[in-house]
């Protein structure tokens, strides 16, 4: 099993980079924010606990992560390969990947931090739009749907997510530095850490991301 952890503050464009690179190296795109917002569509227990986490740009606890990774984990083939977008966030969650990654025979072949200056990121989340039917995700200005709000692949009416208030945006960034960016230190320590310029266009970023990657 081969994990690549992409590390980037909310909005540097994770999930939009690791939809796009995943398939091409025949792997899966793991996205814990996207999993733990369809456990609160279920209404799971594990979804209703982390709803308040979740709507006030709080990190979910990271019992509850840890074991989301481990059961994926148990349940995928040995020659698996997983991009990681927002797991691990926390240096326990990070520690704790390491011990899986040991106790399932994983290997956590680099981690690749998405850097993107403040001031676009705030512009990246105000204008994401995205598809509450397949999660697909858009932006106003700068990947806009082809109908106005519309999504491409399902024809759902796009929403803002709840976690897109400008208010939550700004603590969600204080929780990034405060407990998410020290993992760069972390990964560093361990020579695994790559840095990615991901302020250019998504055309730009793929091909940056995908070089570390091979
Ligand atoms: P999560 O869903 O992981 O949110 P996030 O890390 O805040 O990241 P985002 O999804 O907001 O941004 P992204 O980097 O993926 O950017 P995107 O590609 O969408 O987590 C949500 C919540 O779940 C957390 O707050 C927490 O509560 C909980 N959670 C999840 N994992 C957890 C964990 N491990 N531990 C504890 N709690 C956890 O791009 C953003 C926008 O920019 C889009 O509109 C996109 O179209 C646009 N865009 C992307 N790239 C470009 C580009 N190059 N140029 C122009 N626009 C671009």
């Not at 992560?65 to 977008?85: K, R, Y």
């Not at 929403?159 to 998410?180: C, G, M, S, W």
């Amino acid at each position: 099993m081969n994990i690549f952890i992409l590390l980037g503050a909310p909005g540097a464009g994770k999930g939009t980079v690791a939809a796009i690179v995943s398939p091409s190296l025949g792997a899966r795109h793991v996205s814990t924010g996207a999993m733990l917002r369809e456990a609160v569509k279920s209404g799971t227990a594990a979804g209703l606990s982390a709803k308040a986490y979740m709507d006030a740009g709080e990190l979910v606890p990271d019992s509850v992560l840890v074991a989301m990774i481990e059961e994926l984990m148990v349940a995928s083939p040995s020659d698996a390969t997983f991009v990681l977008d927002g797991f691990p966030r926390t240096v326990p969650q990070a520690e704790a990947l390491d011990a899986l990654a040991v106790r399932h025979g994983a290997n956590v072949v680099r981690a690749i931090c998405l850097d993107v200056p403040d001031a676009l990121i705030m512009d990246r989340l105000g204008g994401r739009r995205v598809c509450p039917a397949c999660g697909m995700g858009f932006h106003i200005a700068n990947i806009p749907p082809k109908r106005e709000g519309v999504c491409d692949a399902c024809d759902t009416a796009l929403i803002l997510r709840a976690d897109d208030q400008p208010e939550t945006i700004r603590n969600r960034l204080i929780v990034y530095a405060k407990q998410t960016a020290p993992l760069i230190d972390f990964y560093t320590r361990q020579g695994k850490l790559m840095n990615v310029d991901a302020s250019g266009t998504v055309e730009d970023n793929v091909p940056r991301v995908l070089a570390v990657m091979r």
